[in-house]
């Protein structure tokens, strides 16, 4: 299956060869080499709900590697006059050669995997999956350290919506991590998320302090506290930058450590931030675009020569 | 037997037995059941057991129950014993076995689950993944599904 849904849609050693591949195609990504492994190829970009990084970076990686892409919002489109998921899938079945999708539903992916017979890539569905951003950040962590086993990953701030980390954390733990996750009590991981991570045998601490398990970390992955996904606003104001982290909050950190965040920020990650050797979230931007050529490559059935040049 | 002092035997239909005690309603409703104009039916509720403690019956006359009415059952009364009656004997015993997949059987709860609008045709589909303890999730969008909420949303 070429389908990638949740990150249970990858063994490990195919994360592994993925990672290998993302980084062979750094100098395609940065357009310093043509490689047109996907000349003729179309890509479907659907996205129901906003986005810039993730719909940008996959249609970098298109490009780069020479395919065409098609972009699709829900707005103005069919989907305005109510047409169901299924039908346009089924349309976008006969216009691409594999389809990215990212839906404010929980389990349109999986259900437009079923619906259809291209390649479906899973962009975020709801406060569900995003598994390309995970390949991604397990990327630039490897880009980092070199390994992932035993590293302590600590989490911040919105655990309970926050799909990244819900993927992340999934995979984080395949690897070998130890995670620390710190949230305030109104966003805690979902319950059932922490019982599946433990029931591996997993080493998890919650915590809501911030500041005490910055000695301790070798990754600090920031998120947005999304003001999009309460249902209330005053529940919303009530945690807004409750986390920050600044240049001078680095004092304790371990010089290797790295401060991670899928972007957009808005006011957890100080600028002051961005000038020391902990920042990492541009560059962590900037993965998105080799990882998802790769993810596409798999998706298309196209191997990635073993030299790039 | 003891229940057979509160209920007496049927001529054609089907016995449910080893029912969990107070779940015997929950049956009926599992099995869409319309008990409104439905064939007459006995319902025992809490009686004694000597395997579970205590149980309850249902005794449903003239009708046979098939193995997918069946399987659905497997979800609250994995350990039932089912026996098809007929002419006052047992001419069959079925057994409930639960499935891996719950296909069309009750829809998710989850109000962001892309399976709550109505005219998306793909099949609700619940997953069993663990026995014991139950544990059911959504295929699509992988939320635990209570018993209560699987038994209220029974389609």
Redesign the interface.
């Known amino acids: 299956m070429s389908d990638v849904v949740?990150m249970d849609d990858l063994s490990n050693e195919e994360i592994l060869s993925i990672l290998d591949d993302s980084k062979r195609l750094i100098p395609v990504a940065r357009g310093d080499v043509h490689l047109p492994l996907l000349e003729g190829k179309v890509l479907a970009n659907m996205f129901y709900e906003n986005s810039t990084r993730t719909r940008m970076s996959f249609e970098t990686a298109m490009k780069r590697l020479g395919g065409s892409v098609l972009n699709f919002t829900s707005v103005g489109t069919s989907v305005a006059k109510?047409e169901?998921?299924?039908d346009t899938m089924q349309m976008i079945d006969g216009y691409a050669d594999i389809a990215v999708i990212r839906?404010?539903?929980?389990?349109?992916a999986?259900?437009s995997a079923?619906?259809v017979d291209i390649p479906i890539l899973n962009a975020g569905?709801?406060?569900?999956n995003h598994p390309t951003q995970t390949m991604l950040d397990l990327f630039t962590i490897m880009e980092a350290h070199g390994k992932i086993q035993g590293l302590n990953v600590v989490l911040v701030g919105d655990l309970r919506y926050g799909r990244t980390v819900h993927s992340l954390s999934h995979a984080l733990i395949r690897f070998g991590a130890r995670l620390t996750l710190v949230s305030p009590e109104t966003l805690t991981m979902p319950d059932?998320i922490v019982r599946d991570l433990r029931s591996t045998g997993a080493e998890i601490s919650e915590s809501s302090d911030l500041s005490g398990s910055i000695p301790d970390a070798d990754v600090i992955y920031m998120t947005r506290i999304q003001k999009e996904r309460f249902p209330d606003e005053d529940e919303y104001t009530k945690v807004a930058g409750i986390y920050t982290l600044g240049s001078k909050d680095m004092h304790g950190a371990k010089d290797e450590m790295i401060v991670m965040h899928p972007l957009p920020r808005v006011g957890e990650l100080h600028p002051s931030l961005d000038s020391t050797p902990h920042a990492r979230y541009f560059q962590q931007a900037f993965n998105g675009v080799p990882t998802r050529m790769a993810l596409l490559c798999r998706g298309l059935g196209v191997t990635i020569p073993k030299e790039v040049k | 037997m003891s229940e057979m002092r509160r209920v007496t035997a049927i001529c054609n239909g089907t016995v449910i037995d080893h029912i969990p005690a107070g779940h015997a309603l929950q049956v009926i409703r599992m099995l869409r059941i319309d008990t409104n104009k439905s064939n007459p039916i006995s319902l025992v509720m809490n009686v004694p057991s000597d395997k579970m403690g205590r149980k309850d019956l249902l005794k449903i006359e003239d009708l046979e129950l098939n193995q997918e009415e069946l399987d659905r059952l497997a979800l609250i009364s994995p350990n039932a014993s089912v026996a098809i009656i007929r002419n006052y004997g047992v001419a069959e015993k079925r057994v409930v076995e639960l499935a891996e997949e719950l296909v069309n059987v009750a829809r998710?709860t989850?109000t962001?689950?892309?399976?709550?609008?109505d005219?998306?045709?793909?099949p609700q589909r619940l997953r069993v993944v663990s026995r014991e303890p139950m544990e059911i999730r959504?295929?699509?969008?992988?939320?635990?599904q209570t018993m209560t909420d699987i038994v209220d949303n029974i389609l």
């Open positions: 949740t109510g169901t998921l299924y839906h404010p539903r929980q389990g349109a999986q259900y079923d619906a569905d709801g406060a569900g059932e | 998710c989850f962001n689950c892309i399976t709550q609008n005219r998306e045709p793909l959504c295929y699509y969008c992988g939320k635990v």
